[in-house]
């Protein structure tokens, strides 16, 4: 800052700060508050930023406040240790806490009950009595972009307010970290930082400019180069390989030992954290917090699913790249998975026992091995096949026809299985109970990928009782259809995509064709002109899977993306993937050109909102779960207790979506990959030892 020169903005903080580096350095920065101040011209205005946030307040010598008001400055304080006539309480941690703006300062941008979210936030409460009036608050909130509920009436606390008698603006958090911390929606922080610098210095009119951290692979009308969809395959494929969820053999014990405690959660990787070669296992995916620094932390259970998964996209890799490394993780994942854990070991193991052939739903936790969920089952078997018609090997051939059959002998007559089945209860009722049972369960999102499992089994084997009950069930679900099914959404619609698609294929019949074609239909009319395809709420049946009715329900239970019908928001976990593999298999049975295009449309939105990150290559070609179509960027409700917007999954959609886009590029379908499949040849052993008398 020369002698004589005026600027109406100083800063203090490090050259690093992301709101001073978004402004291009425009202005004069200084490592101290006193310098800052000392050197600002007078009726400027000083921004005194949190560097050392969150270990570290901001510590202000009480003389330099009355400095500041000898020189009639602005003052813009974030994260202070203490400010005279201010008393703040112990630091704390914003969890399912979002920010609200609560009063119409920055109105008609940042309208009253506006939503913002500085994730994970630690805030100063204000803790004696002054007459404030914040601009923005923190506090638990449902609602997706807007608080629906209004604000509790405790627990509310200030994030921003102004001392206008004293010229100060106070933050209690960490207000311009706004980038490393990823606040979102990132957009709109933007704008929020443009109209507070605004008020600070009416007189300067600045633009900031930076490049998020994570961010998607382009934008809703970006050209794309011709084989832009065989990049995003290998990008996803390389984020599988090098996502820093593959167990090590350096980590295996600690994370082992935390499983075994129950725990879910752990660390952030390492910038120099080692890949596992799939031997011990992968693990969850990353949690949807965003820390501080701008990392997740990673989720820890180690899942059948997305271990089989994990395992088809690496052999899809193998197959269409020729990627050698990649069939030897793909390998050794599922020989972990059916030989070396738990998820098929023990009881199930046993002929003996009920349980025999059955996938657990992890390994390690007591919580996730008793469990029996078969959807989860039927997404590993399919992932086992699609694996070893690509790696063309029978390794795992008499697992899979096991699996086929636990799960199909603990389905019911009616060819309903329900959403899980624990080892104690099959264990007590044994596996005929099931099996002659007659329940219900109109539930696509729990029961469709078996019925697919069937039909597919049926093809391979010709057993009929595959069939007839995939088909019985497939009936009276679509006879159900749309007011009896328990979630009547798009999640759900997604999912029954593929089982009748497959109908189709093995009874190409008038009916069974309707069928298709109305689910597909009413699915891609929430297709918007971008591809993506809207989340969609209906009348709820039953079941966990609701929106909150609260803000107090805020982040209890597993819920969907959005809160009102019209949020423009979209499910890469729950549903895209699903609707992107059942309409491939779709088009090639009906030969629609809609739903081609619907294909098509949905494939290219997927490729342009893949995950695009310099900083963290373990965020560098993957899927956040929740994705704004309007805003551009990841953004939701973010309310589901587990799988939040910024969930990213090793299974699931992901998996899905990754794997349709390899099928695409090798003009196949799963059906016709995995036409020529060694089921048979140990089917009836197998099938005489698990189901004698079908």
């Known amino acids: 800052m020369s002698e004589g020169e005026e600027y109406p903005l100083v800063f203090s903080c490090a050259s690093t700060n992301d709101l001073y580096i978004a402004l291009n350095h425009a202005f004069p920065r200084f490592t101290s508050p006193r310098d800052a101040i000392q050197k600002a011209v007078p009726g400027s205005a000083v921004l005194l930023l949190a560097d050392n946030y969150p270990a570290k307040r901001l510590t202000l010598d009480p003389d330099l406040f009355a400095q500041a008001r000898t020189k009639e400055l602005r003052l813009f304080i974030e994260y202070p240790d203490s400010i005279p006539g201010l008393e703040f309480g112990s630091t704390r941690t914003a969890d399912w806490e979002r920010i609200i703006v609560s009063w119409g300062m920055y109105s008609p941008e940042f309208p009253r009950l506006r939503i913002l979210s500085a994730h994970s936030c630690q805030f100063l409460p204000v803790t004696n009595a002054v007459p404030i009036s914040p601009d923005l608050v923190v506090a638990r909130v449902a ?31 960490k207000l311009s970290g706004f980038v490393t911390g990823r606040y979102s929606p990132i957009s709109d922080w933007a704008r929020l930082w443009e109209r507070i610098l605004a008020r600070l210095a009416p007189e300067c009119s600045v633009h900031l400019d930076f490049n998020p951290v994570v961010a998607p692979a382009c934008g809703p009308t970006t050209p794309l180069r011709g084989n832009f969809e065989r990049h995003a395959f290998s990008e996803a494929a390389h984020w599988f390989a090098h996502s820093h969820l593959l167990v090590h053999p350096s980590q295996q014990k600690p994370l082992y030992d935390l499983l075994a405690t129950g725990a879910e959660l752990t660390r952030p990787p390492g910038p120099s954290e080692p890949d596992g070669d799939g031997s011990l296992g992968i693990l969850e995916g990353y949690a949807s917090g965003i820390l ?76 996730w091995r008793i469990a029996n969920y078969g959807d989860d089952n039927a997404r590993v078997m399919l992932a086992t096949a699609l694996t070893a018609a690509c790696l063309k090997t029978e390794r795992w051939e008499r697992s899979l026809v096991r699996g086929l059959l636990a799960n199909f002998r603990t389905t019911g007559a009616l060819g309903f299985r329900g959403d899980r089945i624990d080892l104690p209860a099959l264990e007590q009722n044994g596996w005929k109970y099931y099996y002659n049972g007659r329940p219900i369960n109109y539930s696509p999102h729990f029961e469709s990928y078996l019925w697919a499992c069937y039909l597919w089994a049926f093809h391979q084997t010709g057993f009929r009782p595959f069939l007839d009950r995939a088909r019985s069930a497939i009936t009276m679900t679509m006879q159900a259809y749309p007011g009896g099914w328990r979630w009547q959404n798009n999640l759900e619609r997604a999912h029954m995509l593929l089982c009748l698609a497959w109908l189709s294929r093995v009874e190409p019949t008038l009916e069974h064709r309707t069928w298709l074609a109305t689910v597909a239909a009413d699915l891609i009319a929430a297709q918007q002109p971008c591809g993506a395809i809207r989340e969609r709420l209906g009348v709820i049946r039953g079941g966990h899977y609701q929106v909150p009715q609260s803000n107090d329900e805020y982040g209890t239970t597993e819920t969907p993306l959005l809160q009102e019908n019209g949020d423009p928001v979209s499910d890469q976990l729950y549903t895209s993937g699903f609707a992107l593999l059942g309409l491939h298999e779709a088009v090639p049975v009906t030969g629609d050109a809609r739903l081609a295009k619907a294909e098509s449309k949905l494939a290219e939105f997927l490729c342009r909102i893949q995950t695009r990150s310099r900083k963290f290559d373990w965020l560098n070609g993957t899927w956040f779960r929740a994705f704004d179509d309007q805003r551009w960027e990841s953004w939701a409700s973010s309310a589901d207790v587990g799988w939040g917007a910024w969930s990213i999954e090793s299974g699931w959609g992901n998996a899905w979506a990754t794997a349709v886009l390899a ?30 008398e079908p």
């Open 143 to 173: 609602g997706y972009d807007r608080a629906i509920y209004g604000l509790p009436s405790t627990n509310v606390f200030p994030i921003l307010f102004e001392l206008p008698e004293r010229h100060l603006i106070v933050a209690t958090t």
């Open 292 to 367: 501080p620094d701008g990392t997740q932390q990673r989720r820890l259970p180690l899942r059948a699913d997305c271990t089989a998964e994990s395992a088809m996209v690496l052999a899809l890799d193998a197959a269409l790249n020729r990627r050698k490394s990649s069939a030897i993780v793909a390998s050794n994942l599922l020989d972990f998975m059916y030989f070396n854990s738990g998820m098929c070991a023990g009881v199930r193991a046993d002929p003996r026992h009920p349980a025999f052939g059955l996938i657990g739903w992890g390994d390690t936790a007591p919580a």
């Open 663 to 692: 099928l695409r590029q090798m003009h196949t379908s799963f059906w016709d990959l995995t036409a020529h499949s060694s089921l048979n040849r140990c089917f009836e052993t197998v099938r005489l030892q698990m189901l004698p």
